[in-house]
């Protein structure tokens, strides 16, 4: 819909403007209580102040998630390692197994014999004969490398800062994206 307004003569574009905009919705003034927590504790922030305060908190949601996942993946290597040690000699792993009295005896001989540290025995002692044997070096070697490429770009990412606001960056424009509506209507010149 376009609408358009002629004036008479007489009439100054200005004050018609003002009025429209006193009479009608075509200006709307509101106030909002921003109140955000800054450094625990709550203040009531302008409209800059608040995007300020959103911003630090992103890159700290990106720094600590990317930190978590981090963690997350190097555990899992630790594992994958462990498991690639033991899968090179699956029938002595077995043989350990069965023969141990008990699974401190099983841990203390698979870690001196595979050169596995406490996490890594404890793993592959919890983890059921068949599915341990029905594990392929192959598959085990592929997740290493991903986790290996994945925590090199968690590194990457942590150790800049420029890094991380690309990454807050990257994601507002792309909540933006999925959230955007079009405009409903067309600004011109009469």
């Known amino acids: 819909t376009n609408v358009v307004i002629e004036l008479k003569n007489g009439f100054e574009p200005e004050n018609v403007l003002d009025q429209l905009f006193k009479l009608t919705p075509m200006e709307d003034a509101f106030s909002i209580n921003a109140v955000a927590l800054v450094k625990g504790k709550p203040q009531t922030l302008g409209l800059k102040?608040?995007?300020?305060?959103?911003?630090e908190h992103r890159i700290e949601v990106v720094r600590r998630r990317s930190e978590f996942r981090k963690a997350k993946a190097q555990a899992r290597l630790t594992l994958v390692d462990g498991l690639l040690?033991?899968?090179?000699?699956?029938?002595?792993?077995?043989?350990?197994?069965?023969?141990?009295?008990?699974?401190?005896?099983?841990?203390?001989?698979?870690?001196?014999?595979?050169?596995l540290n406490d996490e890594q025995a404890t793993?592959?002692?919890?983890?059921?004969?068949?599915?341990?044997?029905?594990?392929?070096?192959?598959e085990l070697e592929s997740e290493q490398k991903e986790l290996a490429k994945t925590i090199a770009a968690l590194v990457a990412l942590l150790k800049s800062e420029e890094n991380i606001k690309a990454q807050v960056s990257d994601e507002l424009t792309a909540v933006g994206k999925s959230f955007a509506i079009p405009r409903r209507t067309?600004?011109?010149?009469?």
């Open 49 to 55: 102040e608040l995007l300020q305060v959103f911003i």
């Open 123 to 138: 793993y592959i002692l919890d983890m059921p004969l068949r599915r341990l044997t029905k594990m392929s070096k192959l």
């Open 186 to 190: 067309r600004i011109g010149k009469a």
């Open 85 to 115: 040690k033991a899968i090179i000699d699956i029938d002595k792993v077995i043989k350990i197994i069965r023969s141990s009295d008990d699974a401190s005896t099983a841990k203390e001989a698979l870690i001196k014999g595979f050169k």
